[in-house]
């Protein structure tokens, strides 16, 4: 049998993704309703409310699974517990760029990701390139408009 993987992700991330769950639940019954108005207009073959709400209604039931699927393997990662010398899941680190410009991005769960909010996914080409660096290592990174330097200033379990 395969072994579960597990969903890293910060409790602020968990709790998000709780609260987006929630909400599609609660839309469930409303669905419903819309359904139920919708087959009362008659011929369902040409009733495009109906067909909408059914549509909707895929799209709810699939994200709701998706979700429920995410927090039910979430490993929840509280960086503050966090320490070392080598960046990790949950790191706030602290880089140079080319032009000698720093930069801070926190290493997080994919459903997290938010890189104008310096959320930067662990999948992602950068976060990659990050685990397991340390201070003063210098990084190369591939992406879509070209190749990146960056060198690691600070890591932080904040």
Do not use: C, W
């Not at 987006?20 to 669905?31: S, V």
């Amino acid at each position: 049998m395969a072994s579960v993987e597990k969903v890293p992700m910060l409790a602020e991330g968990y709790e998000k993704l709780t609260a987006q769950l929630a909400a599609l639940k609660a839309e469930r019954p409303l669905i419903v309703d819309a359904i139920e108005e919708a087959r009362a207009h008659g011929d369902l073959s040409e009733n495009a409310e109906y067909h909408a709400a059914k549509e909707r209604q895929g799209q709810v039931e699939a994200t709701i699974g998706d979700l429920e699927d995410k927090l039910s393997r979430a490993q929840v990662i509280d960086p503050t517990t966090l320490s070392g010398d080598r960046i990790v899941f949950g790191a706030t680190v602290t880089l140079t760029d080319e032009d000698d410009k720093p930069v801070k991005y926190q290493i997080v769960g994919q459903a997290e990701a938010d890189a104008k909010a310096g959320k930067i996914s662990y999948n992602s080409p950068l976060g990659r390139a990050l685990i397991g660096r340390r201070v003063d290592d210098e990084i190369e990174v591939t992406v879509p408009s070209g190749d990146k330097y960056y060198l690691v200033t600070k890591i932080e379990f904040i």
